[in-house]
């Protein structure tokens, strides 16, 4: 049987073109005009995805060919579509930027594998007639993609759109549907090589608000649905049995537990302004394994609660380093549990927590000191781009020989502390850079840590691991061991 799912993909010219300002505002209108809309983010990105999930008050699921397979991100839509009346999915870079010359898991050929209509945003700054050679490239360089109409961006007057609208109707055959104009105030504030997380915004729902109402004046949003519910038929997959969390009082995601009983493994997720980073995903992979989810917040809390297995993902620990350095009392209780066998996977933000200390300008502040690393930032990314890893070592998590793919992107450099032991490593990096001589994944006890981020759709091993661990911790009980 076949059915439509209502979609419309995003897709610019370059990064910064104005896709999130479109996708956001397009999202937050729709929904505030009261359609169900579902966010998807295409690439690894988590910042954009919070955003777009806030905007829709429900989760926004990563669609990553590399990471994910073709199949799988085709699998993931249609289970993630649920009930929506259409689907906002936000591309990143170029619409044909790939990992080669041939675009390989472009936003492009995500369009493709979706059989998804485009949006094209275009950045109109400085520009005139130009405007119309640079979509007709669009247009003509594959003509399996289904580009359906253009939005002009950073507009500065009437005359400017007119000529512009114009030209692209007249050369390229396809429609304007909207003309923002360059915004005076910056609702959206950026921090490295993307947005302000919507945690740490002071203003998210003024922000939202202001986006959703320029697209609303400037862009014509009807006839986007059309094109939206015009796309191809798609095949129906099967609907998740974990149904989405609905939103949290703070604005982020909270946990829906289907199955909280005595019987079910408790892992615990440190998800705080500090650690942010989290694939929903995942987050549902565990739970239809049957795992209970509790959230803790390395900044206040006092000391672990009673469970079985912690997740500590990325973020940015460098902003928390005072909150973090300050609550000892969490800092040892964590040391304490990790040293009696907890089970603890940990990325990026998470493995700098474990380390010894975070270095920024010279000063240092004390983390948990699981590892025998410190954490030095830089102005500069240390690392950033896709990974391939091998594991050769043995580990709490994945068998030796698997291969997983992930991404990694950070601005820290791990530092060996002078005199101490070497730390083992599980991870062999056939692509990356990982935390020192192209290896990752440290591992001591129970426990696994890396710049690596994983996703649970590409690399089921790891919630398979997560929950072996887990249930193994909570049937022997924890054991005692001699403090180091």
Not at 30 to 54: E, H, M, N, Q, T
Not at 79 to 91: K, L, P, S, T
Not at 218 to 246: F, M, Q, T
Request: a positive charge; glycine letters at 12%.
């Amino acid at each position: 049987m076949s059915t439509k799912y209502p979609r419309i993909v995003i897709a610019g010219l370059r990064g910064g073109s104005g896709k999130t300002t479109l996708s956001l505002g397009l999202i937050a209108a729709l929904a505030g005009a009261g359609s169900r809309i579902v966010p998807f983010k295409k690439g690894p990105d988590y910042i954009d995805a919070g955003w777009l999930s806030s905007a829709a008050k429900r989760p926004c699921y990563n669609l990553d060919p590399f990471m994910i397979g073709r199949e799988r991100v085709l699998t993931s839509f249609l289970d993630h579509f649920g009930g929506a009346d259409c689907a906002v999915i936000e591309g990143n870079r170029g619409i044909y930027d790939g990992m080669d010359s041939e675009g390989a898991f472009s936003t492009a050929e995500l369009a493709k594998i979706l059989k998804a209509p485009v949006i094209l945003v275009l950045d109109c700054t400085k520009v005139t007639r130009t405007a119309a050679a640079m979509v007709y490239g669009m247009q003509t360089f594959d003509r399996g993609v289904d580009i359906r109409g253009v939005v002009l961006n950073r507009i500065s007057g009437a005359r400017h759109e007119k000529t512009i609208r114009e030209s692209i109707e007249k050369y390229c055959g396809i429609e304007v549907l909207g003309a923002l104009p360059g915004l005076k105030k910056e609702f959206l504030s950026e921090r490295h090589m993307g947005l302000t997380p919507f945690q740490e915004h002071p203003e998210v729902a003024v922000s939202i608000s202001l986006t959703a109402e320029t697209v609303r004046r400037h862009v014509d949003i009807a006839r986007i649905l059309d094109i939206a519910r015009g796309a191809k038929p798609l095949k129906a997959g099967n609907v998740l049995k974990v149904p989405s969390p609905p939103p949290s009082p703070s604005g982020g995601e909270g946990f829906n537990n289907t199955r909280i009983n005595n019987e079910a493994a408790r892992i615990g997720v440190i998800r705080d302004t500090a650690f942010q980073f989290y694939y929903p995903e995942n987050f549902e992979e565990l739970q239809k394994r049957g795992a209970e989810l509790v959230e803790i917040s390395a900044l206040t809390e006092k000391k672990l609660p009673d469970i079985d297995a912690l997740y500590i993902g990325g973020g940015f620990p460098e902003t928390n380093a005072i909150a973090l350095a300050r609550n000892r009392s969490f800092r040892g209780s964590l040391r304490d549990e990790i040293d009696r066998g907890l089970p603890v996977y940990a990325e990026c933000g998470g493995l700098m927590y474990l380390g010894n200390s975070l270095v920024l300008e010279g000063r240092r502040y004390p983390m948990t000191g699981v590892f025998p690393l410190d954490f030095e930032m830089s102005s500069k990314p240390a690392a950033h781009g896709y990974t391939v890893v091998r594991v050769s070592g043995r580990n709490p998590f994945f068998a030796v020989g698997t291969i997983l793919r992930g991404h990694e992107f950070h601005y820290s450099g791990a530092i060996i502390t002078k005199g101490a032991a070497p730390g083992k490593y599980a991870y062999d990096m056939e692509r990356g850079q990982g935390i020192s001589n192209r290896k990752d994944g440290i591992f001591y006890k129970n426990v696994l840590a890396s710049y690596t981020h994983l996703h649970a759709y590409g690399a089921p091993q790891w919630a398979d691991g997560m929950l072996r661990q887990a249930e193994a911790y909570r049937k022997k009980g924890r054991k005692i061991v001699k403090k180091r």
